[in-house]
C-alpha cells in the first residue's frame, strides 16, 4: 500500500484530535506539572526513634528529627545532645504490564540524620531553656528502576500522540530552517514554540507530513501491529539543613522557629522504543528524480532515548508550638512554608531508528542521511535555568503517657497542591500551574506511634503511616490528556504509600542507641506517554504498568546528651 491518499486516509483521527489541543501549553519550559510533583515527594526519614514510631513527634519533640519536622519539639530539651543516624536499605521494585512483569533490587547505605541541640538554662521560672539546633537529614530518595512493554500496542503508537500534538501547535517553522527536508540542530528551546518533541520526531521519521506539508501523520496506522518496551532508572536525593531556635514558657508551651536549606539532585535516564509492523512510513519511489516522499506500509524500528539532570537549593521556613495542659497530654502544630528553590536542568534527547518498505522493488528509504547503517541518531541537548515552589505542609498532633512507661502518639498532615514553577525573572508558567490543579490533589497523612519502656535503660516502639495518593482520579485513569515537557512523554503516578515499622532503644548513662526496622510499600502507575482524548472521550489510550515499590530499612542512631 502506497501513497498519499493512504497517508491522507489515516490521518482523519489526528485531524480532529489536533481540534482539541489549541491554546494548549506549548511546553517550552525545562518542568512540567508532573515533574514538579515527583520532586516534590518526601519519604519518612531521621533518627531511628522518630522512625520507628512513624514520625508521629509533631506532639512529642525531644528528638533531633523534630528539627525538620515541628520545630517547638526543640523546646523540648533540657539538656544538649549530638548524634548520628546511619541505614541500610533494600528497595525491590516490580513493573507490571499484561504482558511481563521485571523485577529490580538495590541496596542503598547512607547517613539519614546528624544533629545537635545545644540546651542552654536560664535558671528562670517562666523562661527555664533557650534551645538551639542544626542538623542535617535526607528526607527524599528517588532510586527507582521502571521497566517491561508490551507485546501488543492495539493501535497506540508515540508516534501518533506527537503528530496529534504538533498538530495542535501549528506548523514545524518555514523551510530556511531545513536541511535536506529535515531540520539539523534545530533548537526549539531558543528559536521557536513548537515543542522539541516535535522536532526530533521530524528529524527520526516518527512523524511525517502529507503532500502539501501541512498535516503530521503517526507510524501507527489501519493494519499496524507491534510491540513496545521502556526502561527507566531515576536516581538522586533532597537533603535538608536545618537551623532552629526555641524555647518553652513555664514547661507548658514550647515554641521553635526553623530555616531549612535544601540541597536538590535528581537524574532520569530513559528509553522508549517501538517495533511496527505494516507501519506507516515515508520513502521514495524508486526511478523517480523528483525527491518526493511517499507514506508507504513498512517495518518502523526507532527507540526515543532521553537523560535530564535536575539539580538546585532552596529554602524554607517552619513554625511550630506545642502545648502541655498536663504533664500526661500534649497538642503541638507545625506549618512548613513551600520550598523555593533555584534550579537548573541539563537533557539530553535522541532518537535512533530504522524503516524498511515492504516493497523494497517499488520504494527506496534513501532520504535517509545513513541509510545504510541500523540506526540512525538525531539529538539535542541543552540547559534550562528557572525556579520552582513546593507545597504549604501543616500538621496537628497529640501525645499521651498512659501510667508511667507507655507513650501513645498520633500525627495529621495535610500538604497541598500549590506547586509552580516560574522562570528566573519571576514570571509564573501559569499553564504549568493549571496543570498541577487539574492532575493533582491535597496530600492526607496520618502517623501512629507508640513506646513502652520496658526497664529505665530499654525502650520498645512500633509506627505505622498512610498517605494518601496525590493524583486526581481523573488524571490517574486516562480521563485528561498529561502533558510532560522537554522530550520525555512519560510519567509516573504515584498512588498510596503505608509504613510499618518497629524499633527498641536502649541508653546507658549519657549514651544511647536506637535501633528501626522500616517497610515502606508504595504503588505508582508508569505510564509511555499521554492518553489521547476527543470531545472528552478516550480515543487512544496511555499504554501503563504497574508498579510496586517494597523497601526494607534498617536504621541505627547512636548519641551523646550532656
Known amino acids: 500500500m502506497a501513497g498519499i491518499t493512504t497517508n491522507r486516509t489515516t490521518m482523519n483521527k489526528l485531524i480532529i484530535a489536533a481540534t482539541i489541543g489549541a491554546g494548549l501549553p506549548l511546553l517550552a519550559s525545562a518542568q ?7 520532586l516534590s515527594q518526601l519519604d519518612l526519614s531521621g533518627t531511628a526513634r522518630y522512625m520507628s514510631m512513624g514520625g508521629a513527634f509533631t506532639a512529642l519533640g525531644g528528638d533531633l528529627s523534630t528539627l525538620n519536622n515541628n520545630p517547638a519539639g526543640i523546646g523540648v530539651y533540657r539538656s544538649s545532645e549530638v548524634g548520628l543516624t546511619l541505614s541500610l536499605m533494600n528497595r525491590n521494585t516490580e513493573t507490571s504490564t499484561a504482558d511481563v512483569t521485571d523485577k529490580h533490587n ?3 547505605f547512607r547517613a539519614n540524620n546528624f544533629g545537635y541541640v545545644g540546651s542552654f538554662n536560664l535558671y528562670n521560672n517562666t523562661t527555664p531553656f533557650i534551645n538551639f539546633g542544626a542538623s542535617y537529614s535526607r528526607v527524599a530518595s528517588f532510586d527507582r528502576i521502571m521497566s517491561g512493554g508490551w507485546g501488543n500496542m492495539n493501535g497506540s503508537s508515540l508516534s501518533n500522540y506527537i503528530a496529534a500534538m504538533t498538530n495542535s501547535e501549528g506548523d514545524i517553522p518555514s523551510s530556511d530552517m531545513q536541511f535536506d527536508g529535515r531540520y539539523d540542530g534545530y533548537n ?7 515543542p522539541w518533541l516535535s522536532i526530533l520526531a521530524y528529524n527520526g521519521y516518527v512523524i511525517n507530513d502529507n503532500a502539501d506539508g501541512v498535516i503530521y501523520s503517526g507510524l501507527m496506522g489501519q493494519g499496524t501491529y507491534g510491540t513496545g518496551e521502556f526502561k527507566t532508572r531515576e536516581k538522586g536525593h533532597v537533603d ?8 518553652n514558657v513555664m514547661n507548658v508551651f514550647y515554641y521553635g522557629i526553623g530555616v531549612g536549606i535544601t540541597d536538590l539532585d535528581y537524574k532520569q535516564y530513559s528509553y522508549y522504543q517501538e517495533n511496527l509492523s505494516d507501519a506507516y512510513i515515508a520513502a521514495l519511489k524508486v526511478g523517480a528524480e523528483d525527491g518526493k516522499t511517499y507514506i508507504v506500509n513498512g517495518r518502523a524500528d526507532y527507540r526515543l532515548s532521553n537523560f535530564l539532570h535536575s539539580s538546585g537549593s532552596g529554602f524554607n521556613l517552619k513554625f511550630g508550638v506545642i502545648f502541655k495542659p498536663v504533664n500526661q497530654f500534649r497538642i503541638g502544630l507545625s506549618v512548613h512554608t513551600p520550598t523555593w528553590y533555584n534550579m537548573t536542568d541539563t537533557y539530553y534527547g535522541g532518537i535512533d531508528y530504522k524503516y524498511t518498505p515492504n516493497d523494497l522493488a517499488a520504494y527506496s528509504i534513501n532520504q535517509l542521511k545513513n541509510p545504510s547503517d541500523a540506526p540512525i541518531t538525531n539529538d539535542g541537548t541543552s540547559w534550562h535555568d528557572y525556579h520552582m515552589r513546593t507545597p504549604w505542609r501543616m500538621s496537628v498532633g497529640m501525645a499521651g503517657v498512659i501510667g508511667n512507661n507507655v507513650i501513645v502518639s498520633a500525627d495529621y498532615e495535610y500538604r497541598g497542591n500549590n506547586m509552580s514553577v516560574s522562570d528566573v525573572d519571576g514570571n509564573e508558567y501559569k499553564d504549568v500551574s493549571s496543570d498541577v490543579k487539574t492532575y493533582y490533589k491535597g496530600v492526607h497523612t496520618l502517623r501512629l506511634g507508640a513506646e513502652f519502656r520496658v526497664t529505665p535503660q530499654l525502650s520498645l516502639r512500633a509506627g505505622y503511616v498512610y498517605q494518601t495518593s496525590p493524583v486526581k482520579t481523573e488524571a490517574a485513569n486516562d480521563g485528561v490528556m498529561i502533558w510532560t515537557a522537554g522530550t520525555i512523554p512519560s510519567y509516573t503516578f504515584n498512588k498510596e504509600t503505608q509504613y510499618v515499622s518497629v524499633g527498641a ?13 522500616v517497610n ?10 499521554t492518553p489521547i482524548l476527543v470531545d472528552q472521550a478516550l480515543d487512544q489510550a496511555s499504554p501503563s504498568a504497574s508498579v510496586s515499590a517494597r523497601d526494607n530499612e534498617f536504621v541505627l542512631s547512636v548519641g551523646y546528651k550532656f
Open 520 to 529: 515502606r510499600q508504595r504503588k505508582s502507575t508508569f505510564h509511555a506517554y
Open 188 to 194: 526549539p528551546y531558543l528559536d521557536s514554540n513548537i
Open 32 to 38: 512540567a506539572a508532573v515533574d514538579l510533583a515527583n
Open 106 to 108: 538495590k541496596t542503598l
Open 240 to 247: 535538608e539543613y536545618n537551623i532552629t531556635f526555641g524555647g
Open 505 to 517: 532503644g536502649y541508653k546507658f548513662k549519657r549514651f544511647y542507641v536506637d535501633f528501626a526496622y
